[in-house]
C-alpha cells in the first residue's frame, strides 16, 4: 500500500539552527500539507500547498518556515532558525483531490520529532 | 475563524455505543473529516461527510448537518482497542484541511 514517508524521524538540534524536514508524499496525490503537534497538544495546520503554490497557511507558519517541492517526488519544511518552542512532532500529509473512489482523506507520514535546545 | 470544537474527554463501556460530537465554522466549508489518533502515532483516517446525513462504515458512522455546523462520530461496540484520540477536521476552499483539538475516549471493560 503506498505510504508517506518522512526523514528524519528524529532531529535533536541548537536554538538558532536551520532544520529541514523531508517527506515524500504519495505519487499520484496533488495536496500536501505540513502539520505540527505538540507533546500532549493538538494537531496544528501549518500549510497546505497544491500546483507548485502555497494554498493556505496558517498564523504559526511566519517567515521562519519555508517549503518547497524541489523536485516531482519531495515536499519539504524549512525552519530557519529555530525556536525552543518549534520542539514538536512534525506530520507531513498528503491527499488525493475529493470525489472518484477516494474520499480526499490525508494520507499522514510516521512523523519528525523535532528537539530543539 | 476556524473553530472546531468538540468534547475534550468522554469515557464508555466496552460494547457500548458512544457518539464524539463536533461543531464547526460553517463558511467555507468543503468536508467534515474524522480521524483516530493513538498516542505517539499519526493520525489515521476514519470517515468522511461532503453531503447532511449518516455514512456508515462497519462499527464507524459519521453525521453531517451542514447548515448546522455539527457532526457526529458513532463508534458501536466498543472495543479496548478504541481507547484513542478522535479527531474532527474541516476541509475549507483553500485546502486547508484543519484538527479540532481531539476527544480522548477512555473505554472501560
Known amino acids: ?117 | 475563524g476556524q473553530n472546531i470544537d468538540q468534547p475534550t474527554e468522554m469515557t464508555a463501556t466496552e460494547g457500548a455505543i458512544v457518539q464524539i460530537n463536533c461543531t464547526y465554522q460553517t463558511s467555507g466549508f468543503n468536508g467534515l473529516f474524522w480521524y483516530q489518533q493513538h498516542a505517539g502515532e499519526a493520525p489515521t483516517f476514519l470517515s468522511y461527510n461532503v453531503l447532511d446525513g449518516l455514512e456508515e462504515k462497519g462499527r464507524f458512522s459519521s453525521f453531517l448537518s451542514r447548515s448546522k455546523g455539527y457532526s457526529y462520530l458513532l463508534l458501536k461496540e466498543l472495543q479496548m482497542k478504541d481507547s484513542a484520540s478522535y479527531l474532527c477536521a474541516r476541509l475549507g476552499n483553500n485546502n486547508d484541511m484543519r484538527f479540532g483539538a481531539g476527544t480522548r475516549l477512555t473505554v472501560k471493560p
Open chain 1, 1 to 117: 500500500e503506498p505510504e508517506v514517508t518522512q526523514t528524519p524521524s528524529h532531529q535533536v538540534t541548537q536554538m538558532g539552527q536551520e532544520v529541514i524536514l523531508r517527506c515524500v508524499p504519495i505519487s499520484n496525490h496533488l495536496y500536501f500539507y505540513w502539520y505540527r503537534q505538540i507533546l500532549g497538544q493538538k494537531v496544528e495546520f501549518l500549510v497546505s500547498f497544491y500546483n507548485n503554490e502555497i494554498s493556505e497557511k496558517s498564523e504559526i507558519f511566519d517567515d521562519q518556515f519555508s517549503v518547497e517541492r524541489p523536485d516531482g517526488s519531495n515536499f519539504t519544511l524549512k525552519i530557519r532558525s529555530t525556536k525552543l518552542e518549534d520542539s514538536a512532532m512534525y506530520f507531513c500529509a498528503s491527499r488525493a483531490p475529493l470525489g472518484g473512489r477516494a474520499p480526499g482523506e490525508l494520507f499522514f507520514g510516521e512523523g519528525s520529532r523535532l528537539t530543539v535546545l
